[in-house]
């Protein structure tokens, strides 16, 4: 992945999904009742991530054209544009459900990452590096392994959700100002993330190149 700075997540060579905590939009689990069905919303995301990266895949050619024609034709309302279509999916997209980025990736951790993180343990940060991190192909700071070691896997919740990385904490990035400056990343987190994914193809309909703004 290239070097982003502050966004990364350092997706890792095979290993259950992980991921460090974006659950930024308040927790949303509901407990309607649909037929015998206690947790609808789950059910769903279970089958999304079944198919999430075939999905993808399927349309990445489609993507990299419109994000091509897009950085060629960039519009003033984008990050408005980006900012709502965020805003809308994650009103129904809960990050608890889901944690397929911290199973299956790594943030990198910036210096002030790592020292917010070990002050929090009470660990020198050498300690908590030599614990946790590696250098990864890059020179980044990343976890040693996957899925993410602060990530519960009973209730996809982050035990160092107040203190995460800040790759974290603006993951999928969809919300960033100039965001035509991370179209790349972003293509790559829409086969992690099925709210990025989702962003993105909605992204198409309401700002199609060529045609009449939908939304």
């Known amino acids: 992945m290239g070097r982003c700075t502050i966004l990364l997540l350092k997706k890792r060579k095979k290993e259950?999904?992980?991921?460090?905590?974006?659950?930024?939009?308040?927790?949303?689990?509901?407990?309607?009742?649909?037929?015998?069905?206690?947790?609808?919303?789950?059910?769903?995301?279970?089958?999304r991530l079944e198919t999430l990266l075939k999905d993808a895949k399927e349309v990445e050619k489609e993507s990299k054209k419109y994000f091509q024609r897009?950085?060629?034709?960039?519009?003033?309302?984008?990050?408005?544009?980006?900012?709502?279509?965020?805003?809308e999916e994650f009103a129904k997209t809960d990050c608890?459900?889901?944690?397929?980025?911290?199973?299956?990736?790594?943030?990198?951790?910036t210096p002030k990452d790592i020292q917010r993180i070990s002050k929090h343990f009470r660990m020198k940060e050498v300690d908590f590096m030599t614990q946790f991190l590696e250098r990864d192909s890059d020179d980044f700071y990343v976890l040693q392994s996957v899925p993410c070691t602060f990530l519960d896997t009973q209730d996809n919740s982050c035990s160092i959700y107040d203190v995460r990385p800040k790759a974290c904490s603006e993951y999928p990035h969809t919300n960033r100002k100039k965001f035509i400056q991370i179209?790349?990343?972003?293509?790559?987190?829409?086969?992690?993330?099925?709210?990025?994914?989702?962003i993105v193809e909605n992204l198409k309909k309401t700002l199609p190149l060529g045609g009449k703004k939908t939304l």
């Open 183 to 198: 179209t790349e990343l972003t293509l790559k987190n829409t086969e992690i993330c099925p709210a990025a994914f989702a």
């Open 96 to 109: 608890l459900t889901c944690a397929n980025c911290c199973k299956t990736s790594s943030p990198i951790f």
């Open 16 to 47: 259950v999904p992980v991921c460090l905590a974006r659950f930024s939009l308040g927790l949303r689990m509901s407990f309607h009742r649909i037929g015998q069905t206690k947790f609808p919303y789950l059910c769903s995301m279970e089958k």
């Open 70 to 87: 897009l950085k060629r034709r960039t519009p003033k309302t984008l990050d408005l544009t980006m900012q709502a279509l965020h805003e």
